[in-house]
């Protein structure tokens, strides 16, 4: 059974730093990765996709890598904003688009 | 494109009531699927489409009935509504070759 472990589990950092979250799977037999926020009391906003030929995508200040043959992948967000602060959940694809998700890493950036 | 919808955002049932969330989507996606999210537990696949007529089950399917008639729609069931079922539900579609997923507002259910 696919399981997926984001670490860490909340975040607390001050405006403009670099941050780096992390996630791990443990069947390396995936289609693709995604990342995604959620705001609270709200739905999923997709962020990136990564194929799982791809070894990483990027959007803005936005960078997800993947290493499949390891298991994990890295979102890494530059220079961190308040409007940042949200959950942050990753997810494979482990077949029609039927998605495995990570228990979420919460973050705070602070003015 | 209105994208994903959901009907209703909120609903308060009674243990035993039965009800039908409602989804939709305009994107011509062969792919649709329901999850639920528990706090602690993150989002978990309830059941899923890979077009019309042609469903399947996913982690937590027990509870639950779905069908899928046409290409834009995809109820969830409860056919026993139990206090366990309490938890916010997300409808989500995507397309064969993209697999982006776009994710309904959400409905918050609970159950007395």
């Known amino acids: 059974k696919q399981e997926v472990t984001q670490i860490p589990a909340a975040l607390s950092v001050p405006e403009g730093e670099n941050l780096v979250l992390n996630c791990s799977f443990t069947?390396?037999?995936?289609?693709?990765l995604q990342w995604f926020r959620q705001d609270p009391g709200k739905g999923l906003t997709s962020l990136l996709l990564?194929?799982?030929?791809?070894r990483e995508q990027t959007s803005g200040r936005l960078n997800a890598s993947l290493d499949k043959s390891s298991g994990r992948s890295t979102l890494y967000i530059a220079a961190s904003q308040p409007g940042d602060s949200a959950t942050y959940l990753c997810?494979?694809?482990?077949?029609?688009?039927?998605?495995?998700f990570g228990k979420g890493t919460m973050l705070l950036v602070s003015p | 494109n209105a994208g994903v919808t959901q009907t209703p955002k909120f609903q308060v049932l009674k243990t035993g009531q039965s009800m039908t969330l409602q989804c939709a989507q305009d994107?011509?996606?062969?792919?649709m699927s329901w999850y639920r999210q528990d706090p602690g537990m993150g989002l978990r696949l309830i059941h899923y489409?890979?077009?019309?007529?042609?469903?399947d089950q996913g982690e937590v399917p027990n509870g639950y009935n779905v069908s899928r008639s046409t290409t834009e729609d995809f109820p969830l069931r409860l056919l026993s509504a139990a206090p366990s079922q309490t938890s916010v539900y997300f409808c989500?579609?995507?397309?064969?070759?993209?697999?982006?997923?776009?994710f309904g507002p959400g409905t918050r259910l609970t159950v007395l």
């Open positions: 997810a494979v694809n482990v077949g029609y688009s039927t998605l495995t």
């Open positions: 069947d390396s037999a995936i289609y693709n």
């Open positions: 989500a579609s995507g397309e064969q070759g993209t697999d982006t997923q776009y």
């Open positions: 994107m011509n996606h062969e792919y």
């Open positions: 990564i194929q799982s030929s791809q």
């Open positions: 489409s890979v077009g019309a007529g042609i469903t």
